[in-house]
Each structure stands twice: as C-alpha cells, then as structure tokens.
C-alpha cells in the first residue's frame, strides 16, 4: 500500500510542477514580479492551471480548483513550509475543493547535495512531529544508485494518515538541485478516508519478502551514473548500471569494493585487466550468499559498465 502511495504522489508530482515552472515563465512573460499571480484571463496561466485541475468530480462528486503562486507559497495554506537558506523559490501551486484544506506543491532550486537538502528537511520536519515511516526490510534500495533522475526522495508522516510532505530532490550537474515537495494537510476524517494516505501501514498480512542483500552503491564525485536494470527478489538479486567517466575499470572496482567492505561483504578473489576488472564475495547473512562485482570499460569512449550480483546457491536460501 505505501509503495502504491507513493507511485502516485510520483505521477501527480510529475504532472503538477512542470505547470508551475510553466507558471512561472508565465509570470516573467505577462510582467509579474516575485510572487506575482497571472491575471484571471491570462490564456497561458489558464492553460496551465487547466491541466493539473482534473475535468472530472472526484469520487466524492466535488470538483477541485488549482491556483498558480510564481516565485511564492500560497497565502492560504493551512502548513508553513520550511525553505532552505539561500534557495530560489521557482512557485508553488495551490490545490482546493470544497469541504477539504487545501494541499499544494512547490519547486525550489536548492544548492548543496541532495543530502544536504533531505538531512534540511529531516530536521525541520522533525519539530512539525513529521518523520519517515519505517521502511519494510526487502524494500530497502540498493544496488548502483543512479546520479541521473531524482538523486533522492523522501517522505515525512505524522502516523498512518495525513498529513504527510513527500520531498524529491533532483541533482543537476553544475547547478542547483531541482527540489519538488508536496504537502497534503491533515482532513476531516471524512476526506482522510477518501484522500487516504501513503504513509499508511495498514491493509493485512504483507507477502514475505527476501532481505535486500545489495548494499546500496554511490558514484566517485564527478561520474555520472545510470542505473539500466534491477531485480531485487529470489535467490538472484542483480543491479545494473552505466557510468560515464575516464576513470578505468580497476579504478572504479576499487572505489565500489570499499563500499561493500563497509557493508559487511568478504572479498574472495579478484583480477583488474583492461577492459575489465572483477571481484568475488561472500555476501553477508544467512544462506550462503555469492556476489561478484564486474566493471568493463566500453568501446564507447568514457564508457563503462557496471554489474553488482547476490546469488543464493541454494535457491529461495533466504
């Protein structure tokens, strides 16, 4: 259920903020200022406010209304936004129906790293009573973490329902971080039923899944890395990944077996020939678990590809 949540916080964000970028070009176009709202009848600002308002009545047959704030947090919201120091605050936008406190979403440049930004906001969220949920164990992410798309995301909850901030946090290379949050206040209990709630741990027996054994794996600076496969169940949990640097495969072996000795993993053997450096493990837990790490440097030039494995020789060993 947490995971379904948070898949469509995702899309909605997806939808949402791009209108509040467009939002504020808008703003810059017809002559706003900071914190300036288009004009009722300005056609753009209509546009973009007509695409992230749904055309449809809500389940609950009421209809909901979005308000673009270029360069601004709403006026009206019932929930005080912390905001980094030296952020650019890019807009937000406002969602309202009837019978319900509204929620909206907001964009920031932020600079720093993206751990910057989520340990900001684990603090200040923290004195709001907001904290993230527990986290099954197999649903840990591990494997190459990808230094291209979202560089984290987060969510904040106060018990299993609302309200609860859902944080995004895209790195960008020579730039501020992209920093999408969404903010859903606490309801009625009426609309809390029918708004639900991600951060919810309810809903039956939950399928047994295997323990993560893939340690999450981060790029040296300045290498930009892609994740282009995982699969995290059974006896086999594989990741991979592509990474875009001039450093060679011995190099980057190197660099990523640190990071599983630091994660428990017992290096066996290893060899670094160019193009291609290995290593063998045994992989911490019970079961006996493998794991082997391969680098290969690509014809592609500053190419190199990635492969991090746990395999159980006994099959479902977990």
Same mark, same amino acid.
């Given at each position: 259920?947490?995971?379904?949540?948070?898949?469509?916080?995702?899309? &909605?964000?997806?939808?949402?903020?791009?209108?509040?970028?467009?939002?504020?070009?808008?703003?810059?176009?017809?002559?706003?200022?900071?914190?300036?709202?288009?004009?009722?009848?300005?056609?753009?600002?209509?546009?973009?406010?007509?695409?992230?308002?749904?055309?449809?009545?809500? +389940?609950? @047959?009421?209809?909901?209304?979005?308000?673009?704030?270029?360069?601004?947090?709403?006026? !009206?919201?019932? #929930?005080?936004? /912390?905001?980094? =120091?030296?952020?650019?605050?890019?807009?937000?936008?406002?969602?309202?129906?009837?019978? $319900?406190?509204?929620?909206?979403?907001?964009?920031?440049?932020?600079?720093?790293?993206?751990?910057?930004?989520?340990? #900001?906001?684990?603090?200040?969220?923290?004195?709001?009573?907001?904290? /993230?949920?527990? &986290? /099954?164990?197999?649903?840990?992410? @591990?494997? #190459?973490? @990808?230094?291209?798309?979202?560089?984290?995301?987060?969510?904040?909850?106060? @018990?299993?329902?609302?309200?609860?901030?859902?944080?995004?946090?895209?790195?960008? /290379?020579? =730039?501020?971080?992209?920093?999408?949050?969404?903010?859903? +206040?606490?309801?009625?209990?009426?609309?809390?039923?029918?708004?639900?709630?991600?951060?919810?741990?309810?809903?039956?027996?939950?399928?047994?899944?295997?323990?993560?054994?893939?340690?999450?794996?981060?790029?040296?600076?300045?290498?930009?890395?892609?994740?282009?496969?995982?699969?995290?169940?059974?006896?086999?949990?594989?990741?991979?990944?592509?990474? &875009?640097?001039?450093?060679? $495969? $011995?190099?980057?072996?190197? #660099?990523?077996?640190?990071?599983?000795?630091?994660?428990?993993?017992?290096?066996?053997?290893?060899?670094? !020939? $160019?193009?291609?450096?290995?290593?063998?493990?045994?992989?911490?837990?019970?079961?006996?678990?493998?794991?082997?790490?391969?680098?290969?440097?690509?014809?592609?030039?500053?190419?190199?590809?990635?492969?991090?494995?746990?395999?159980? +020789?006994?099959?479902?060993?977990?």
């Amino acid at each position: 259920m947490v995971l379904g949540g948070l898949a469509a916080v995702a899309l &909605t964000l997806v939808i949402a903020l791009t209108a509040v970028e467009l939002a504020a070009q808008v703003g810059e176009i017809r002559g706003g200022g900071q914190g300036a709202v288009p004009a009722s009848k300005d056609d753009l600002a209509e546009l973009a406010s007509r695409l992230i308002s749904p055309p449809y009545p809500m +389940p609950d @047959g009421s209809t909901q209304t979005a308000t673009l704030y270029p360069g601004a947090m709403p006026p !009206n919201a019932s #929930f005080d936004l /912390p905001v980094p =120091a030296s952020s650019h605050l890019v807009g937000s936008v406002l969602r309202q129906r009837a019978g $319900a406190n509204p929620s909206f979403d907001a964009v920031l440049d932020v600079p720093g790293t993206a751990d910057d930004v989520t340990s #900001f906001y684990e603090r200040e969220l923290a004195k709001k009573g907001l904290t /993230p949920p527990p &986290t /099954p164990q197999g649903m840990q992410p @591990g494997g #190459f973490q @990808g230094t291209a798309g979202p560089a984290k995301g987060s969510m904040f909850c106060k @018990g299993d329902g609302l309200p609860y901030v859902s944080l995004t946090v895209f790195a960008r /290379p020579n =730039a501020a971080n992209d920093v999408r949050v969404h903010v859903e +206040p606490a309801q009625t209990s009426s609309a809390q039923q029918f708004m639900g709630s991600p951060c919810s741990q309810k809903g039956g027996p939950q399928p047994m899944i295997p323990a993560q054994r893939l340690p999450a794996l981060r790029a040296p600076d300045g290498v930009l890395l892609q994740s282009t496969g995982a699969s995290m169940g059974g006896p086999r949990q594989q990741s991979d990944a592509v990474a &875009t640097t001039a450093k060679g $495969a $011995a190099e980057l072996e190197s #660099f990523f077996a640190q990071q599983l000795a630091a994660a428990g993993w017992t290096r066996v053997a290893g060899s670094a !020939n $160019a193009p291609l450096a290995f290593s063998t493990w045994k992989v911490p837990g019970d079961g006996d678990w493998q794991g082997v790490l391969i680098v290969i440097e690509m014809p592609a030039k500053d190419r190199r590809s990635l492969m991090l494995r746990a395999e159980s +020789p006994t099959g479902f060993g977990f």
